[in-house]
């Protein structure tokens, strides 16, 4: 069977079935064409990372931030291959938490199914799709439809011109390094700190697909598409919307750009220079994270950070030193 869209999205229809979430079952289908130019396609439904299901339970939060992942999340997080310029099926309009996450992962094309729209859910939450979703995706350049899987026919939401480029001014950055040891990473942190000042930032050492090392750092930042240099620009961007907000948290970052490039993390080296807010560390465990270097670990973005942090320590579920 040659696989289209619709096909994607079938299957994500009918991940969604065995989502554990009692209400919002939703699930995702990432695909695209590896290196080798193979069609490539996994799905994930929403759900609570293993760790967290059996140490914590499903009906604690993580600080304030839900202990499930989200469908298209868990799709980037756990890719086998490079994410940049794939597409993703979702059976109902994302949060902009995951938009973010799409954008900064570079993919390309979203679908949705038509049916999603009616739903209660989305009747709740249309404002943060329309108003938020919407415009990171037009601002990343990312295209986005509307499937209807009866009809066989697809609307467009949003097409972006061919040669669109959104604006990146603080892009992750990517320095080729010789070895992987403790002290090259703490000289890169120390580096670091010093360019960045008061700002957040992530460091991680990862391979790329060829067996290059890499140390990653990144800035926390508006998500990709948006600039910070103009000022009156910037404070609005972070001003957060309710629970929501433009900016992308650098460990996030981090792990995007990894699924985005091909990348795979060496487990013991990630640092952040502050206490990951609740839901990078939520998401951390979702890309079966178990360590995390922490610069100071009284500092956090995130007023309930500090707690999620006492929460997943305590259960040993990640390990911060
Ligand atoms: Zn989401």
């Given at each position: 069977?040659?696989?289209?869209?619709?096909?994607?999205?079938?299957?994500?229809?009918?991940?969604?079935?065995?989502?554990?979430?009692?209400?919002?079952?939703?699930?995702?289908?990432?695909?695209?064409?590896?290196?080798?130019?193979?069609?490539?396609?996994?799905?994930?439904?929403?759900?609570?990372?293993?760790?967290?299901?059996?140490?914590?339970?499903?009906?604690?939060?993580?600080?304030?931030?839900?202990?499930?992942?989200?469908?298209?999340?868990?799709c980037?997080?756990?890719?086998?291959?490079s994410?940049?310029?794939?597409?993703?099926?979702?059976?109902?309009?994302?949060?902009?938490?995951?938009?973010?996450?799409?954008?900064?992962?570079?993919?390309?094309?979203?679908?949705?199914?038509?049916?999603?729209?009616?739903?209660?859910?989305?009747?709740?939450?249309?404002?943060?799709?329309?108003?938020?979703?919407?415009?990171?995706?037009?601002?990343?350049?990312?295209?986005?439809?509307?499937?209807?899987?009866?009809?066989?026919?697809?609307?467009?939401?949003?097409?972006?011109?061919?040669?669109?480029?959104?604006?990146?001014?603080?892009?992750?950055?990517?320095?080729?390094?010789?070895?992987?040891?403790?002290?090259?990473?703490?000289?890169?942190?120390?580096?670091?700190?010093?360019?960045?000042?008061?700002?957040?930032?992530?460091?991680?050492m990862?391979?790329?697909?060829?067996?290059?090392?890499?140390?990653?750092?990144?800035?926390?930042?508006?998500?990709?598409?948006?600039?910070?240099?103009?000022?009156?620009?910037?404070?609005?961007?972070?001003?957060?919307?309710?629970?929501?907000?433009?900016?992308?948290?650098?460990?996030?970052?981090?792990?995007?750009?990894?699924?985005?490039k091909?990348?795979?993390?060496?487990?013991?080296?990630?640092y952040?220079?502050?206490?990951?807010?609740?839901?990078?560390?939520?998401n951390?465990?979702?890309?079966?994270?178990?360590?995390?270097?922490?610069?100071?670990?009284?500092?956090?973005?995130?007023?309930?950070?500090?707690?999620?942090?006492?929460?997943?320590?305590?259960?040993?579920?990640?390990?911060?030193?």
């Amino acid at each position: 069977m040659t696989s289209t869209p619709f096909s994607h999205m079938q299957a994500a229809l009918d991940m969604a079935l065995d989502s554990p979430h009692p209400t919002n079952k939703i699930a995702a289908t990432l695909f695209g064409t590896n290196k080798e130019r193979e069609d490539f396609s996994i799905s994930h439904h929403n759900h609570w990372p293993a760790p967290i299901q059996e140490k914590i339970g499903t009906e604690i939060k993580i600080g304030n931030s839900s202990g499930t992942i989200h469908a298209e999340t868990a799709c980037i997080l756990n890719s086998p291959y490079s994410v940049e310029g794939a597409s993703l099926c979702i059976t109902d309009p994302f949060c902009p938490n995951c938009a973010k996450n799409i954008a900064e992962a570079g993919i390309k094309n979203i679908y949705l199914d038509e049916e999603g729209f009616d739903k209660d859910f989305f009747i709740r939450r249309g404002e943060n799709f329309d108003r938020m979703s919407m415009q990171i995706c037009e601002r990343a350049g990312i295209n986005v439809y509307a499937l209807d899987m009866e009809e066989n026919k697809t609307r467009t939401i949003l097409e972006v011109p061919k040669n669109y480029k959104p604006i990146e001014d603080s892009p992750v950055s990517a320095e080729p390094i010789e070895s992987i040891n403790e002290a090259i990473l703490y000289d890169i942190i120390e580096a670091a700190t010093q360019n960045n000042k008061r700002r957040k930032f992530a460091v991680a050492m990862a391979k790329n697909k060829n067996g290059n090392d890499f140390a990653l750092i990144a800035r926390s930042h508006a998500v990709v598409g948006y600039s910070m240099h103009k000022p009156e620009e910037a404070l609005d961007l972070l001003t957060p919307r309710g629970k929501y907000s433009f900016i992308q948290e650098p460990v996030n970052r981090l792990m995007m750009y990894m699924s985005r490039k091909g990348f795979t993390l060496y487990p013991d080296y990630l640092y952040c220079s502050q206490v990951p807010t609740a839901r990078e560390q939520v998401n951390l465990v979702g890309a079966g994270i178990k360590r995390i270097t922490v610069g100071d670990t009284q500092k956090c973005r995130d007023p309930r950070g500090l707690d999620a942090m006492a929460q997943l320590k305590s259960a040993k579920i990640l390990n911060y030193s």
